[in-house]
Each structure stands twice: as structure tokens, then as C-alpha cells.
């Protein structure tokens, strides 16, 4: 019983350590996505972690301290918990399994598109306009599009277009390339005589305080951000949603040999 006991202590002090990366990807997805002035799903992951933070220290002290209900409440909270990560990451694969981005020839950036991105994503940006003005009006204050125009390495054309641009300051912070503008500077722009028949050619304005920010290129650009975060947020969580389901069936295993050995302990 003692031996099953220190072996459920340990895997709940492992499970304690795990649950700190699924923290610290909430945390710093909620962070980074300041710079993108979104709030999509900012805060669950880090929710969750803390949660099975929680669930995790009360298995410990069910385990060190033979308390059998902490550690019946652990288990039961633990699967929930796994399987609600678990569910949170099929999500996330789905949602940001497409790509608006597409290549442009004799450039060094993408452009984006929102066609690519799945319906979720799209409907983010695009169901409700308040939501979007809010972004807009963020972003236009930021320094997404400032940062580059200031920046003095691009003497010409050529250095422009041969720079590795952001998602948003491709999207946001110059017309699409389809459109035909000749390049004055990063954020200005002269309209060709007959621009593409494309919508956003017309949305944009050398106004520094409007450029692209209605373009559908800016959408799609800002969910392109996020889908960047979310793939590398989701590294993490793989990992220790796999560590954690390891844990998880150690510590069922040690619990169900701790029952055992109580019963016929009983019966001896």
C-alpha cells in the first residue's frame, strides 16, 4: 500500500510539473496575441493549466497523505481535464489546418487571402463588424505598420519586395500586390491608372492612419498571426497532453494496486 502510495505521489508531483507548460502556453498566447490586438481564445489554455495544476496538488496530498478521496477526485478531474485538452487541440488543428497565404512572384513575402482559412476563422473577422473595429482601430495605433515605416534599409523597390514581411504588415500595411501600385515607400503607394479588379485595390489609402486596415488582406493577415501562434502553442500541448495521459493511466494503475492490497489486507 505504501509502495503504491509513493509511486501515485510521484506521478502526481510529475503531473504538477507538466501542467506548468500548458500555463506557460496559455500565458504567452494570451500575450503575443496583444501584438495582433485579437482575443481569440486568449485565456482557456491557461485556465485549463491552472486547473490541472490544482487537480494535480490534491492528488499529491491525497497520495502522501493516504487521503483516498483527494485521490478518487483527482483521477475522475484528471481524465476530464486530459480529455478537454485533448478536445482543445483537435479543435485548434482544425480550425488552423488552411492557409490564406499565397506565394507572389519576385517577392519575398506571402500574400494573404481569407478563401484559405477555415469557416471558423473566417466568421471571427467577418460575422461581427464591431469586432473588427476594434481590431482596426488597434492595429492603426500599433506599431505593426509605424515599425516599417521607419525603417530605413529599403532604398528602392527591390529591397522592399525582397524583405520578409510579417503576415499583418504584408496584409495590412501595403496594398496587394495583384493590385499594381509602384512603391514610393513601405507604406506609400501610387495607384496605376487601371488597377486589378480587385476589391482591396480600392480600399487603399496612403492615410497612415487607414493604409489596408479594411483590405480583406489585413483580415486574412491578422488570422494568418494567429494561426502562427497556435501551431507553436500547440507544440508544447501535444507534449504534455501526451506526458500528461501516460501519467494519467500510471497513476490509475498504482491506485487500482493500492485498492487491491487494501482489500485483502481487510480480509487477511
Given at each position: 500500500?505504501?509502495?503504491?502510495?509513493?509511486?501515485?505521489?510521484?506521478?502526481?508531483?510529475?503531473?504538477?510539473?507538466?501542467?506548468?507548460?500548458?500555463?506557460?502556453?496559455g500565458?504567452?498566447?494570451?500575450?503575443?496575441?496583444?501584438?495582433?490586438?485579437?482575443?481569440?481564445?486568449?485565456?482557456?489554455?491557461?485556465?485549463?493549466?491552472?486547473?490541472?495544476?490544482?487537480?494535480?496538488?490534491?492528488?499529491?496530498?491525497?497520495?502522501?497523505?493516504?487521503?483516498?478521496?483527494?485521490?478518487?477526485?483527482?483521477?475522475?478531474?484528471?481524465?476530464?481535464?486530459?480529455?478537454?485538452?485533448?478536445?482543445?487541440?483537435?479543435f485548434?488543428?482544425?480550425?488552423t489546418?488552411?492557409?490564406?497565404?499565397?506565394?507572389?512572384?519576385?517577392?519575398?513575402?506571402?500574400?494573404?487571402?481569407?478563401?484559405g482559412?477555415?469557416?471558423?476563422?473566417?466568421?471571427?473577422?467577418?460575422?461581427?463588424?464591431?469586432?473588427?473595429?476594434?481590431?482596426?482601430?488597434?492595429?492603426?495605433?500599433?506599431?505593426?505598420?509605424?515599425k516599417?515605416?521607419?525603417?530605413?534599409?529599403?532604398?528602392?523597390?527591390?529591397?522592399?519586395?525582397?524583405?520578409?514581411?510579417?503576415?499583418?504588415?504584408?496584409?495590412?500595411?501595403?496594398?496587394?500586390?495583384?493590385?499594381?501600385?509602384?512603391?514610393?515607400?513601405p507604406?506609400?503607394?501610387?495607384?496605376?491608372?487601371?488597377?486589378?479588379?480587385?476589391?482591396?485595390?480600392?480600399?487603399?489609402?496612403?492615410?497612415?492612419?487607414?493604409?489596408?486596415?479594411?483590405?480583406?488582406?489585413?483580415?486574412?493577415?491578422?488570422?494568418?498571426?494567429?494561426?502562427?501562434?497556435?501551431?507553436?502553442?500547440?507544440?508544447?500541448?501535444?507534449?504534455?497532453?501526451?506526458?500528461?495521459?501516460?501519467?494519467?493511466?500510471?497513476?490509475?494503475?498504482?491506485?487500482?494496486?493500492?485498492?487491491?492490497?487494501?482489500?485483502?489486507?481487510?480480509?487477511?
Open positions: 500500500m505504501a509502495v503504491s502510495n509513493n509511486i501515485t505521489a510521484c506521478v502526481t508531483l510529475l503531473t504538477l510539473i507538466c501542467a506548468v507548460p500548458v500555463i506557460a502556453s500565458i504567452w498566447f494570451a500575450s503575443a496575441q496583444g501584438d495582433e490586438c485579437a482575443r481569440l481564445a486568449r485565456w482557456p489554455v491557461a485556465i485549463l493549466g491552472g486547473l490541472l495544476l490544482l487537480t494535480a496538488l490534491a492528488g499529491f496530498v491525497g497520495a502522501y497523505w493516504n487521503r483516498r478521496s483527494l485521490l478518487a477526485f483527482y483521477l475522475f478531474s484528471m481524465a476530464a481535464l486530459v480529455v478537454l485538452l485533448i478536445a482543445l487541440l483537435v485548434a488543428f482544425a480550425v489546418r488552411g492557409s490564406g497565404a499565397y506565394p507572389v512572384l519576385g517577392r519575398a513575402y506571402d500574400d494573404y487571402r481569407l478563401d482559412f477555415s469557416m471558423w476563422l473566417r466568421g471571427y473577422v467577418s460575422d461581427d463588424p464591431g469586432r473588427w473595429e476594434k481590431i482596426k482601430g488597434c492595429l492603426a495605433v500599433s506599431n505593426t505598420c509605424k516599417l515605416a521607419r525603417q530605413g534599409a529599403f532604398v528602392n523597390a527591390e529591397q522592399f519586395y525582397q524583405s520578409h514581411l510579417s503576415p499583418l504588415q504584408s496584409g495590412c500595411c501595403k496594398p496587394p500586390s495583384v493590385c499594381g501600385f509602384s512603391y514610393v515607400s507604406t506609400v503607394w501610387t495607384a496605376p491608372a487601371r488597377p486589378a479588379a480587385d476589391p482591396d485595390c480600392g480600399l487603399w489609402s496612403n492615410d497612415q492612419g487607414q493604409l489596408c486596415y479594411e483590405c480583406e488582406s489585413c483580415k486574412a493577415g491578422l488570422l494568418e498571426a494567429l494561426r502562427d501562434q497556435w501551431h507553436k502553442a500547440n507544440i508544447a500541448l501535444v507534449v504534455a497532453t501526451v506526458c500528461l495521459v501516460i501519467l494519467y493511466l500510471i497513476g490509475c494503475s498504482a491506485y487500482k494496486n493500492a485498492q487491491a492490497a487494501a482489500f485483502f489486507r481487510h480480509y487477511k
